[in-house]
Every structure is written in C-alpha cells, then in structure tokens.
C-alpha cells in the first residue's frame, strides 16, 4: 500500500515514475489531481492514492512567444514558442500542462475539445518540471 | 449559495482622492509616486483637512519587494506623508491590493474604531527588465500554472481561447476592447498612453517612412491590429495590444466615518457596497470563461447595496487583458455570458454608450502599476461621479452609481465596490 503524502513532492515524484497520481476522498468520493490531503468538498481526510489514466480533452491553451524564464533556459523564444494549456480529464479534475504533438506557431490549427493523452518527458534540466505534457491521440 | 445581506457596522464616506502620473518613471521611487498621489488627493478636500487628523494607513502593493528589493513599505509611506507613528498595514492581493487596502479602510471605520483613514496603493515597476517583470507578476499566478510553463499574458490567452470555443467569439471582439479604451485614453491627463489606436498607426507609419522602410497600408484600426509586425503575439491570442503596460504609479483616497463627511465636501461618495472573493487557478475552476471570484465579488456588493447590475451607470473593469474585460463585464452581470465582446463591438461600452467601461482609459491606457490599480479605479469613479472628469466626463445627466471592479493574479482576489453619490 502506498504511503506517500498526498502533496505537490508526491506527485511530481509519481510523474517522475510516470504515473499521473492523485487521491480521492474515501468519504465523498471526489477526485483531486493533483493530489490533496484535505478534501475541500466534503471536510474529510480520508483520502486514497488515485492512479488517473492521462486521457482527456483540451480545455483551454495558448501558445507563448514572450517566453517564461524557465522555458527560456530550455531554449523556447519568439521564434520557437510552446504551447501550454488546460487538459480536463476524463475522471473529472482538469490539470495544467504543457501540450505538445502540435504546432505551436500555428495556433489557429489547435482546436479546443481534441482528446489528448499524456506524454513523460526526461527533465531537461535540474529544475525543470514541466516534464510531463499531453498530446493529442493519434 | 445562499448569503446573508451584509451590512457595514457604519456608514463610510470618501472625501478625498488623488493619484500620481501613471507611466514610466525610472527616477521616482515609491516614496515619490505615493506622495504625489497624497498631495493631489489633500488638493481635492473641498473644505480642507487637517492630516493630522488621520488615525491609520492601509497601503497596498504586490511585489516591491521583488522589484525593489525593499519590502515593509507601510511604514516607509507613512513617514513620507507625516503620519508615523500612527499604524500603517500593507495588504497584498496581487493586482487587487488596493482595493484591499480600501477594504481593509473600510472596515475599520465601519468597525468604530478609526473616524478617518488614508487607503491607496503604489507599485513600482519600470526599474526592472520586461523579463524581470514578467518574472514578479508570475507570482501572482496560482500553483501549476506558472510551473506547467504558463505566464500571466498565458493564463489570459488560454482563458480566451475556451471563449472564443464556447461562444464562437474571435480576435475582432478583443480588438475592439483595444480600440475603445484606447479611444478614451487621450482624454485622461493621468494616464501612460495617451493615444488611439489611429494616432498609434499614424505614428508607426510615420516611424517606419523615416527608416526609409515601406509603409503598410492599413485600411483602418483592426487592420492595424491584424499586422504581426506592429501587434506581435505574445501568448496566443494575446497580442501585445491586448495587454497593458508596465508602469509606475500610485493612488489614494480619504475615507471618514459617513456622518463626518459634510464637514470636508459637499459631494462625498458614499460606499454603497464592497465585495471579494477567491479564485481557485484552472486545476479547481468550475469553468475557464467565467471568474468565480468576481461573481462572488459582485454578489456581496450587490446584496449590501440592495442594487444589481441595472443600477449601476459605468464602471471601471479590471483589463488587465482584453479578454478580461470581455469577461468580467459578463461576470459583473451588465451583459449575458457571450454576449461582453459584442457590447464592445456594438459601442455600448464607450463613453456615450449605455454603459461606459473604463473611461479613465483602462489599464491598457491609463495604466497599470499593480498595487496602485484598485484605488486608482476609485479615483475614476470620485471623477465621474463629481463631474470633473474633464474631457471625458461621462455624458449622462444624473450620474450616481459606479461600480470599480479589480482583478488579482490570474483571478485569485477579486474585488467588488459599489460608490454612490446622494
């Protein structure tokens, strides 16, 4: 039985793993991803490792050419930018991550709705944690 | 959800307001920035004041500490504008931070225990780096995004993204949120761009015959915006003309107990109703094209005004980005859920429109030094609803109810406030 604590460390240990973890309340059966150890829903914490299947549809994206810092150093700018959005997950909870398989210059090709599944990247660098994404099912 | 009608202990009154330049002064500091706020708005007391007389100050501001590797600033203003060693508390809520500062005013006059307090905010932001800036505001954001890659003008650009799928809206309705405030902006002395999108375009044809380069020929302003050499994309579909500026700034307001008020003006602006709520970040939202903060906001001022969306004459909007105009207008319930960029596009937001937003110009034009915002909202609505708006005054005969509307972060503060004029 897993013992980890459903925190932030926890999850991105899971992603390191290639596991898309989070928990559920055993008492109001809501699903958290990522995971939490409280459950604002219902006040319990009665929670259970939850293993998502990284499928769902893009809610919401944008490609950006004014680049985050950490995304600089990974070498995206205004020529190369990227693509990153809202994945709304078949179980329920949405979740923020980059989107990749599409062309990021093109964002008029990106379509809200494309079902997506998710993708493990090797971190880049040393902090880099943006080292899971979704792409768009084949 | 079912909420009891909220009531201040007291009745508040605001006698005095004032703001700063709004631009990029790398020459000022914040010190510089409040008192020039704090002088204008000791200028507006109509019968004068003795500041001695003022018991407290709440001061907003979001991240002088990062950009000025100075944090603790309630103290420092409050030795700059001769009120130490009376309390001073700063509130941070990100871009909202004044308009907590005002609420926080608010409630300690409310409560009996201050007749009189200074509320505003200030923000300093031109000494760093458009990187650097981007870096600081990026703490606003709410966990996973800005670790998922996202930037502030990203979270925007995503959230219209969802909109324009839900409602089959375009970069046309974002536009014409551009060209409105901007066609108000001229008329704000205050503000940081004092321009319209034409004399813009005039400018950059001018710019590009002197480089001896070949002038395009845009057939109008949505021309204009539709070229990625002078409107380059930020963060899709952000484009740099749907965001605001950076900028240095600062604002305040005199806020006394109501029954006080006559003593220093004969056109006090009565608070009416003020309300905040929280955001969630889009990992918790219920939805991506509506910000539950600032339908929780509106629905706390709205129910201690007594007053819903119909009774409010204009408003200044939070647009931080074009888009979040469009949505809050639409959260704040003056238009249907789809229906915020057709208002625009249809003038019923301009200055003679049947709702005016963002008269001052917006943050887009007039300005957006973060921590200064929420009060400087405020300052607008003293203007308008005195008639001494100038140039811009709305044209409506018997003005008497604005709404100020400020966003936090990525919509984890937001802030409702109701002013009235009786």
Request: overall charge negative; glycine content about 10%.
């Amino acid at each position: 039985m897993e013992t980890k604590p459903f925190n932030d460390h926890s999850f991105y240990e899971f992603i390191g793993q290639q596991q898309l973890m989070g928990s559920k309340c055993e008492d109001c059966d809501t699903l958290y991803c990522p995971p939490r150890a409280f459950c604002p829903n219902c006040g319990g914490t009665n929670m259970a490792w939850h293993q998502f299947k990284g499928i769902g549809n893009l809610a919401a994206f944008t490609c950006i050419t004014v680049c985050a810092p950490q995304m600089i150093a990974l070498g995206y700018g205004r020529d190369n930018p990227y693509c990153v959005g809202v994945v709304h997950l078949e179980e329920g909870p949405k979740i923020d991550a980059r989107i990749l398989g599409v062309n990021a210059k093109k964002p008029e090709t990106i379509k809200i709705g494309t079902k997506m599944n998710i993708q493990y990247l090797e971190a880049e660098t040393e902090n880099d944690t943006s080292f899971m994404g979704f792409s768009p099912v084949k | 959800m079912m909420s009891k009608r909220k009531k201040l202990g007291r009745e508040v009154a605001i006698v005095g307001a004032g703001m700063s330049q709004f631009g990029l002064f790398p020459e000022k500091n914040s010190k510089d920035l409040f008192l020039e706020a704090f002088l204008e708005m000791r200028d507006s007391v109509d019968k004068g004041v003795d500041l001695k007389e003022v018991e407290a100050l709440y001061l907003g501001n979001f991240t002088n500490d990062f950009f000025t590797h100075q944090a603790h600033w309630g103290p420092i203003i409050s030795d700059i504008i001769g009120l130490a060693p009376r309390p001073a508390t700063r509130t941070e809520g990100a871009c909202a931070s004044s308009a907590l500062a005002f609420r926080e005013g608010v409630f300690a006059i409310a409560s009996g225990m201050y007749d009189m307090v200074l509320v505003g905010g200030v923000e300093q932001m031109s000494a760093c780096s458009t990187e650097q800036v981007a870096e600081g505001l990026a703490l606003g954001t709410m966990p996973y995004e800005a670790l998922a890659g996202f930037t502030f003008p990203g979270i925007f650009g995503a959230v219209a993204t969802a909109y324009f799928a839900a409602f089959g809206a375009s970069r046309e309705q974002l536009m014409g949120v551009t060209i409105k405030s901007h066609n108000n902006a001229p008329l704000n002395p205050k503000g940081q761009i004092p321009l319209t999108v034409r004399d813009l375009m005039n400018k950059k044809a001018a710019s590009f015959k002197r480089k001896e380069m070949s002038v395009p020929s845009w057939s109008d302003e949505r021309d204009f915006l539709r070229d990625p050499q002078v409107n380059p994309m930020v963060a899709w579909p952000m484009h740099l003309f749907d965001c605001c500026p950076i900028s240095d700034g600062g604002s305040c307001l005199l806020l006394t107990a109501a029954d006080m008020a006559t003593q220093f003006t004969d056109k006090p602006l009565y608070v009416a109703g003020i309300g905040q709520g929280s955001g969630r970040g889009f990992h918790a939202s219920p939805e991506i094209t509506s910000f539950e903060a600032t339908k929780y906001a509106a629905q706390e001022a709205y129910g201690m005004s007594g007053m819903s969306a119909s009774d409010i004459q204009f408003a200044e909007v939070h647009d931080c980005f074009s888009i979040a105009e469009i949505i809050h207008t639409e959260d704040l319930g003056f238009f249907a859920p789809g229906q915020g960029g057709h208002a625009v596009n249809d003038n019923l937001t301009a200055l003679d429109g049947i709702m005016p937003i963002n008269t001052s110009g917006g943050l887009k034009c007039k300005g957006h030094p973060v921590g200064a915002t929420g009060t400087a909202q405020m300052v607008e609505l003293w203007k308008q609803l005195r008639y001494e708006a100038g140039e811009r005054q709305i044209p409506q005969p018997d003005l008497q109810i604005g709404l100020a509307h400020n966003l936090g972060g990525t919509g984890g503060t937001c802030t409702v406030t109701i002013l009235e004029r009786r």
